[in-house]
Every structure is written in C-alpha cells, then in structure tokens.
C-alpha cells in the first residue's frame, strides 16, 4: 500500500500533509516549496554552483511528497547556464500515491505541470532503483526506494550537492545516524555542499565524524537556524578505479545498428557526444533487429532474481523512449500481455499476493490473469497465467531508426569493419582496402554474434563468453486468411500471448495487419536461411500456447501462406546483458554491449544508459551489483567505487 498521509486543513490549498507514522509533518508551517528553496536549493548555492557544468548530480535523503525534485527541476528549466543533464537521487523508504504528490503542489502554478509529469511515471514503485525520465533525458530522477543506508551503498557516484531531508532525528533516528552518514560520505566528491534544515547536536557530531564540515545558518522563519557545509574530510581519500573517472564527450564508433548500438548512440548523443554508427548492413536494424515485431514483457521468479529486476527496469526505460519517439498503434502498441504458464509454473515474489504489503506496486507490473484475460484467449478459468499490465508489442526495426535519428548521430551503411586500430588514444575503423570508415576516442562493439571476432581485431585475447542462438519466427498479413474462417474460427485476444513462444495477433506491416508466432531457439546455429521444420515448430508451439485459438491459424500453416523471418541473436552464458569495457586503459575506451538474446528491446536502452552512467560517472540506473552483474565474463569489474575528487 502507499504510505498513509493525512491533510490537516491549515488554509492552504490542498491542506497540510502529516505522517501518522512518523507522527510529523512532511514540512515546515512556511510551507513545502518555500522550504525547498530557502533550504536546500540555497543551501546548496544552486543554481549558481551548477552553472556551465555539462552534468550536475543532487542526492536527496528521503524524496517525502517529491518537493525539492521539483523546485530543483524548476530552478533547472529556468536557468540559461543550466547543465546539460541533471541527475537527482533520492532515497525513499515508503512511497506516497501518485494522488498525494499531485496534492502536494495545488496551487504551485510553476510546479504543476512538472508534478503532473511525475505523477505519470509514479507506478510499479517495488524496492530497488527506479529510472524516471523527463525533459527528453537531461532530467533524470533516480528514486531508490527502501532503507536510506541501504540505498545508499548500492549506489556507486559521486555527488555534488545533497540535500539532507527526512522526519525530526528523534522521529526517525535511522536517518540521522552514523551508519547512514557513512552510507552518505561515499556518494559525495570533496567539497559537495550540503543543506540540512536540522541542527540537532547528535546529528551535527554524526556528520562531523563522517567528514562533513557544516556549520549554522540563519534558517527560514519561525525556525532560527540551519545547517550548510560541505563534505571535507580531513584524511586522504583513496584514488577512484579509472572506470569511475568523468569523461569528456568526444567521438565516439559503434559497431551495430541495431537495438543495442543503436540505443548507445543514442544515449550518447545526448550527452554531446559525436557517434559513428557503423553497420554491415544496407539499411538500419539488418540484422536480429529486423524481426517484423517483438514482445517486450517482464520475467518473474519468486526470489524476484536479478534477471526479474533488471527485466522491470529495462521495461520502464524502453517504454519512455517508445512513448517519446514512436506511434502508438502503428510501431508499438502497450497492451499488456498474458504469459500462459504451460513450460513453467511461474510464482510470484512474497508480498506480491492480494491483500500484501507490495500488492500495490506489484500489480503495476504483473499479477495473476483475471479470468476475462484467459476467457479472451480461449483458455479455462483455471489456466496458470499471468497478466504482465507494463508490456506489448514493438516493431524493433522503428526504435532503431528512432534512436539514429538522435542529434549527434551518424549511421553508415554497408560499411564492414575489416580491422580495428588505436593509435595516439584514438580508434581507427578501416575497411577492407584499407579505407577509413570513422575514428574515434570511443570505441564500443555492440555487433552481436560478430562482436568476439570485432574483439580480437581490437586486440582483446580474452574469449567473450557470447553463444550463438536461431530463431525463426512465422507470420503472415490478416489479408490473406480466407474470409470463410471468419465466422467459425475461435476469437483471438487483442493482446500478445507468451508462454511457449509468442504470439502476437496484430501489427501493423506494408498490408496492413499481421499476426507473428514464434520462435524457434537453436543453439550454436547461425543460419538465417528459412526451414520448413522451424515453421512446424512454430505451430506445434502455438497449440500448445493457445489450443483452441491456434484453429484460427492453422489453416494458414497448412495452405503455405505463412512467411518466415530467422535471425541469429547472442546470449551470455548468465542469459543476462553483457556491458561493460573490455580493456586496461585508463579510463577505458574499449566497450561491449550486447549479449541480449530475445531480450533486446527490454535491454537496449538500459544498458545504454548504463554504459553512460559508468564512462561520466553518473548515478546508474540500477542498483551497482546488478550493474556489476553485467560487466563482461572474464573481464576486471572495476565499476563499484565511486569518483572521490
């Protein structure tokens, strides 16, 4: 359940909010905004402090009712020497509604419209790390929801303002101890400023002992004082990894054009990079990325594994780029999707059933079918099965084209890479007379299954531990069924169906609508060429998916209408993404993205801007093991410290 507020009438509008928890109010009698402006925003010397700089990161101890976001996104709009990219961190132990943040600001002209912004992205709040986006990517909110010392260690930069926010120290001690402060001093850079409103002896001696040096300001009335300093330890900081180090944008060469490279130029682009996106292929997504249209679904285990929690963040990434540059309808639709559970009788979390405490945020996400759901896809009342609400369809092949059409991208075709070389720090690509296709002080190989032999022309005698995966799927246009089968045939559902392949009932192509099925998976396979087996395959799959709806589809596999598509995808040995550098230079310029299996448009642009995060030393987008989970079998992790200088 969100967390319980109660709005004492106070005159103002929308009323005062109070925690019956905490038995306190969520801010001073001056009000919220005031009191996010006096002290934090100030507190901290911002704007001004961030003025000129390419990215500025803010880490907040408890996000409450999401004020301070708001007035420091304000502040950001209306800056002229405004970053390129703003990062704000906040660490949140129980969420309020969507409705109580929208509450919070009635009456806030200025702020409104960026509430009513965020209240569009407050869902699916389960623990960990949550990637809001807004402001087409230069704000970004990182919402950790959870314990605030735990949160705090699984995040790996370095911050340059915090604002130091939560409940009375004697109401909510947790927050205000050493534990925490140390959790704390490990996400700043020396001489982060810092604002709190508190000016309690114990939490002053707790910073002190933690390296910050504050000291006593006039405060917003009725309250006397606060507190401002900054993280200034008097002992030596220990030398960051280089992989943590800010870089600066330059030019960078992807290998790939397809969901992954394409998704890294993209993220990079918007970080005033200068991309080459290089590509065997004569036009874009030639390769695994050309399949007609893919499902993009959460996985779900009981033990909510890494591979669940990494799929939901990739999800949530993905749908913000395909509602900000596709047509809904046309190269995606969110429909949701039903898995049929008839390979694996999936389980949900604990806490996710009815009538539990994370039943709210996981019905967001997944939850069991209503017995309407199976009804529409033919099946009984007591089929296993599971509604995925945060899923559908998108054509991969449009997201690609999308994310190459960003600033500061440049794709070529029927440009093959015959040999890599690095001279004087920077990456030559040259083509097999010699010829060069681009340069750059970047180079990051997202190629798929060419990625291991693009590594050894870079120089990397380690193997990738990357596997070679076939997959055939069948399709055809709704227009070639013979009208006859349309009265007597069992409805299909208007939404994709998992579970044992996918089916997809209707996209969009060049004849209109089409159904797709599939696919098959064949290991150690690179063949793209189509076979009849594949296509049998395909059909044994759907009775098995649908028994009773695959009559109306049958009848299309057994005239020879049915198309095929194959395509060959790379998966890891963890059947987890692969990103992370391949190299010892400092810091690395050598990157591999890619390892996503069928998953890539739930991967792509996650590990896009995970890649980001790790060259600028930006906060990243999930919790640091799982970022670490990642990181290239065989290669050094050096991605967990943060920047210290």
Same mark, same amino acid.
């Given at each position: 359940?969100?967390?319980?507020?109660?709005?004492?009438?106070?005159?103002?509008?929308?009323?005062?909010?109070?925690?019956?928890?905490?038995?306190?109010?969520?801010?001073?009698?001056?009000?919220?905004?005031? !009191?996010?402006?006096?002290?934090?925003?100030? &507190?901290?010397?911002?704007?001004?402090?961030?003025?000129?700089? *390419?990215?500025?990161?803010?880490?907040?101890?408890?996000?409450?009712? &999401?004020?301070?976001?708001?007035?420091?996104?304000?502040?950001?709009?209306?800056?002229? @020497?405004?970053?390129?990219?703003?990062?704000?961190?906040?660490?949140?132990?129980?969420?309020?509604?969507?409705?109580?943040?929208?509450?919070? +600001?009635?009456?806030?002209?200025?702020?409104? *419209?960026?509430?009513?912004?965020?209240?569009? @992205?407050?869902?699916?709040?389960?623990? &960990?790390?949550?990637?809001? +986006?807004?402001?087409?990517?230069?704000?970004?909110?990182?919402?950790?929801?959870?314990?605030?010392?735990?949160?705090?260690?699984?995040?790996?930069?370095?911050?340059?303002?915090?604002?130091?926010?939560?409940?009375?120290?004697?109401?909510?001690?947790?927050?205000?101890?050493?534990?925490?402060?140390?959790?704390?001093?490990?996400?700043?850079?020396?001489? %982060?400023?810092?604002?709190?409103?508190?000016?309690?002896?114990?939490?002053?001696?707790?910073?002190?002992?933690?390296?910050?040096?504050?000291?006593? +300001?006039?405060?917003?009335?009725?309250?006397?004082?606060?507190?401002?300093?900054?993280?200034?330890?008097?002992?030596?900081?220990?030398?960051?990894?280089?992989?943590?180090?800010?870089?600066?944008?330059?030019?960078?060469?992807?290998?790939?054009?397809?969901?992954?490279?394409?998704?890294?130029?993209?993220?990079?682009?918007?970080?005033?990079?200068?991309?080459?996106?290089?590509?065997?292929? !004569?036009?874009?997504?030639?390769?695994?990325?050309?399949?007609?249209?893919?499902?993009?679904?959460?996985?779900?285990?009981?033990?909510?594994?890494?591979?669940?929690?990494?799929?939901?963040?990739?999800?949530?990434?993905?749908?913000?780029?395909?509602?900000?540059?596709?047509?809904?309808?046309?190269?995606?639709?969110?429909?949701?999707?039903?898995?049929?559970?008839?390979?694996?009788?999936?389980?949900?979390?604990?806490?996710?059933?009815?009538?539990?405490?994370?039943?709210?945020?996981?019905?967001?996400?997944?939850? @069991?079918?209503?017995?309407?759901?199976?009804?529409?896809?033919?099946? *009984?009342?007591?089929?296993?099965?599971?509604?995925?609400?945060?899923?559908?369809?998108?054509?991969?092949?449009?997201?690609?084209?999308?994310?190459?059409?960003?600033? #500061?991208?440049?794709?070529?075709?029927?440009?093959?890479?015959?040999?890599?070389?690095? !001279?004087?720090?920077?990456?030559?690509?040259?083509?097999?007379?010699?010829?060069?296709?681009?340069?750059?002080?970047?180079?990051?190989?997202?190629?798929?299954? %060419?990625?291991?032999?693009?590594?050894?022309?870079?120089?990397?005698?380690?193997?990738?531990?990357?596997?070679?995966?076939?997959?055939?799927?069948?399709?055809?246009?709704?227009?070639?069924?013979?009208?006859?089968?349309?009265?007597?045939?069992?409805?299909?559902?208007?939404?994709?169906?998992?579970?044992?392949? #996918?089916?997809?009932?209707?996209?969009?192509?060049?004849?209109?609508?089409?159904?797709?099925?599939?696919?098959?998976?064949?290991?150690?396979?690179?063949?793209?060429?189509?076979?009849?087996?594949?296509?049998?395959?395909?059909?044994?799959?759907?009775?098995?998916?649908?028994?009773?709806?695959?009559?109306?589809?049958?009848?299309?596999?057994?005239?020879?209408?049915?198309?095929?598509?194959?395509?060959?995808?790379?998966?890891?040995?963890?059947?987890?993404?692969?990103?992370?550098?391949?190299?010892?230079?400092?810091?690395?310029?050598?990157?591999?993205?890619?390892?996503?299996?069928?998953?890539?448009?739930?991967?792509?642009?996650?590990?896009?801007?995970?890649?980001?995060?790790?060259?600028?030393?930006?906060?990243?987008?999930?919790?640091?093991?799982?970022?670490?989970?990642?990181?290239?079998?065989?290669?050094?992790?050096?991605?967990?410290?943060? *920047?210290?200088?």
């Amino acid at each position: 359940m969100p967390e319980r507020i109660d709005w004492l009438n106070d005159g103002s509008a929308g009323g005062s909010p109070y925690s019956p928890r905490f038995g306190d109010r969520y801010h001073s009698e001056s009000g919220g905004v005031e !009191q996010a402006r006096s002290v934090f925003l100030n &507190g901290c010397d911002l704007p001004r402090a961030w003025a000129g700089q *390419p990215h500025w990161r803010v880490l907040e101890t408890g996000f409450g009712l &999401g004020l301070n976001f708001l007035v420091t996104w304000a502040a950001w709009k209306a800056d002229p @020497q405004r970053p390129r990219l703003l990062h704000f961190v906040s660490t949140e132990a129980f969420p309020a509604s969507a409705s109580d943040v929208l509450r919070s +600001v009635q009456g806030q002209t200025e702020l409104l *419209p960026l509430a009513e912004q965020l209240e569009r @992205q407050w869902w699916g709040l389960l623990p &960990g790390f949550h990637r809001l +986006v807004f402001e087409g990517g230069q704000v970004l909110l990182t919402l950790c929801v959870g314990d605030a010392r735990a949160m705090l260690r699984a995040c790996a930069f370095a911050a340059d303002s915090v604002y130091l926010d939560g409940f009375d120290p004697r109401r909510n001690p947790d927050i205000w101890n050493v534990a925490t402060f140390k959790a704390l001093a490990r996400c700043c850079r020396r001489g %982060a400023r810092v604002a709190t409103w508190t000016v309690a002896r114990s939490v002053r001696d707790a910073l002190a002992q933690c390296g910050f040096a504050m000291k006593k +300001v006039a405060g917003m009335p009725p309250k006397r004082d606060n507190l401002r300093g900054e993280y200034e330890p008097p002992w030596t900081l220990s030398k960051p990894p280089a992989i943590a180090q800010r870089r600066i944008a330059a030019r960078c060469i992807v290998i790939g054009a397809g969901l992954a490279g394409a998704a890294v130029a993209s993220s990079l682009g918007r970080r005033g990079w200068n991309v080459v996106v290089l590509d065997a292929g !004569q036009t874009p997504a030639a390769g695994a990325s050309a399949l007609p249209a893919g499902i993009m679904a959460p996985h779900v285990s009981p033990d909510d594994n890494s591979l669940a929690r990494l799929t939901r963040s990739g999800i949530r990434a993905t749908l913000r780029q395909a509602e900000s540059l596709l047509k809904a309808g046309e190269d995606w639709s969110p429909t949701g999707v039903l898995e049929h559970c008839v390979l694996h009788r999936r389980k949900l979390p604990a806490g996710w059933h009815a009538g539990e405490p994370l039943a709210d945020a996981a019905s967001d996400w997944t939850r @069991q079918a209503s017995a309407e759901e199976r009804a529409a896809c033919c099946l *009984p009342p007591d089929a296993p099965a599971l509604w995925h609400l945060r899923a559908g369809w998108i054509k991969p092949a449009s997201l690609v084209r999308a994310w190459l059409a960003s600033t #500061g991208v440049a794709w070529r075709g029927n440009a093959r890479v015959d040999s890599l070389t690095r !001279q004087s720090g920077v990456w030559q690509a040259l083509g097999a007379a010699g010829e060069e296709l681009a340069s750059g002080e970047l180079l990051v190989l997202a190629g798929g299954c %060419a990625s291991p032999a693009l590594a050894r022309m870079a120089g990397v005698d380690r193997p990738l531990a990357l596997q070679s995966i076939r997959g055939q799927v069948s399709w055809a246009p709704w227009s070639r069924q013979e009208p006859a089968l349309a009265e007597t045939r069992p409805p299909l559902p208007a939404f994709p169906v998992n579970g044992s392949g #996918g089916l997809v009932p209707a996209f969009l192509c060049g004849e209109g609508a089409a159904w797709l099925m599939g696919s098959s998976f064949v290991r150690d396979d690179s063949g793209t060429d189509l076979r009849h087996a594949d296509e049998q395959g395909n059909l044994g799959k759907l009775r098995t998916l649908l028994p009773l709806a695959s009559q109306a589809l049958s009848h299309s596999f057994d005239s020879g209408d049915v198309r095929g598509w194959a395509g060959v995808r790379a998966v890891t040995l963890t059947r987890l993404p692969a990103l992370g550098p391949l190299d010892s230079s400092d810091p690395p310029d050598l990157w591999l993205c890619g390892g996503m299996g069928s998953r890539g448009l739930t991967f792509a642009e996650l590990c896009a801007e995970l890649l980001a995060a790790r060259l600028h030393g930006e906060p990243l987008p999930v919790e640091a093991r799982l970022a670490d989970a990642l990181l290239p079998l065989g290669f050094a992790a050096k991605a967990r410290a943060a *920047p210290r200088n």
